[in-house]
Every structure is written in C-alpha cells, then in structure tokens.
C-alpha cells in the first residue's frame, strides 16, 4: 500500500493507523502548496481533488478521505481491535466519532488556515471550535480512549487537536483533553509516524 500524506496534516491519521496496525506500507509526502509529490509527480493526478490523504492499495485501487481510510485499514487487522466490527453498535459510535471529528473539528480549522478569510471572521471561528474542543474535554473526563479502548478515532482526534497552536485556538486549560494528548502521544505507533513526517525529531 502506499499512503500519500502532508506532514502534520489531517494525512497524520491514517499514517498513525497505518503504524497502529504493523501493516507495511510505503509514505509519499505530498506537498500542499505545488501539489506534487515528493518524486515530483502531479498528484492532481492521483487525487483529482488535490488534497491528501489517498491510500493506495496493492491492487491500484485508490481510496480518498482520511475516516474511511482508516476504517479500511483497521478492518485489515480485526485482531488489533483498532475498529469495533462492522453491524455493531461499537462501530456506529465509532463512525459517530469520525463524523463529529470530521465536520465539527477538522473541516472547522480550515477557515483559519486560509489566508483569504476576513480577519473578523476568525474569532468567531475560534470560539466555536473551543466551544466543540470543551465538549470534548467533558467527554474524556471519565474515559481514557473514546470507545473505552484506543481506535482509529483516537488518532483522527489526536491529530485534529493538534492544529490549535498553529491557528490560536488554546485548548491548554482543557484537562481531559490535555492528557488525552499526552496519552495518545506516547504510544509508540504514533511516535513512528511523528517522526516519519518530520514532526518530531
């Protein structure tokens, strides 16, 4: 397989997945700004929406958008538990997770990464996300993973949580979600794909 990814991108999901499963798999960083990859191929011609993650699989088939990713990738691996099994209520709340991640948090950054959105918009931005992020944090106070167990959700959230310090959304007194950054952190699999992107040393 191989994964196309932007370092620290919403791409760090399905690589922490990818780490999380022992699956191989080959990483071609993609660059967000010329759109190609890193051996200098048009990646329009990969995804012809431009933007990352794409799972490539061993057959040519090609997969787009990061929660379906990473549900393809735990399904390849039922024994590592990374993914309740499908028809269950556990993978309903896991795919209500990956939903809530997807469209509350993650698409809710873009606004503040664009450089075109008006000045007075992105505080609004802001207090919304925190509102969401505060959600969250009430939402951890009594569990350490958000299924009870780590999942592919955990990573999506790990990944998304990350963005705050670039775009001035300060989670820093959010306790729970705090520490579920740390725990989330420390696994080994997520400090393989920290790594492999360049984001830690």
């Given at each position: ?116 959105t008006p000045a007075e918009y992105k505080p609004i931005v802001r207090e919304r996300l925190l509102a969401r992020f505060a959600w969250v944090n009430e939402q951890l106070a009594d569990r350490e993973y958000l299924l009870g167990h780590f999942s ?50």
């Amino acid at each position: 397989m191989k994964l196309y990814y932007a370092p620290g991108a919403c791409s760090l999901s399905p690589h922490i997945a990818l780490y999380e499963a022992g699956l191989p798999f080959e990483a071609i960083a993609v660059s967000t700004k010329t759109h190609q990859t890193s051996d200098g191929t048009d990646f329009y011609t990969i995804n012809p929406l431009g933007y990352v993650p794409v799972l490539e699989l061993d057959d040519g088939e090609r997969l787009r958008e990061g929660p379906a990713i990473v549900q393809y990738i735990a399904d390849q691996v039922p024994g590592k538990n990374l993914a309740p099994a499908n028809g269950t209520l556990g993978r309903y709340r896991l795919q209500e997770w990956l939903t809530f991640i997807g469209t509350e948090l993650h698409k809710s950054h873009s606004p503040l990464f664009a450089p075109n959105t008006p000045a007075e918009y992105k505080p609004i931005v802001r207090e919304r996300l925190l509102a969401r992020f505060a959600w969250v944090n009430e939402q951890l106070a009594d569990r350490e993973y958000l299924l009870g167990h780590f999942s592919v959700a955990d990573g999506y959230l790990y990944n998304v949580s990350r963005w705050g310090k670039l775009v001035g959304v300060d989670t820093s007194d959010l306790a729970h979600l705090v520490t579920f950054q740390e725990r989330i952190e420390a696994r080994p699999a997520v400090q393989a794909a920290l790594k492999a992107e360049g984001l830690i040393k």
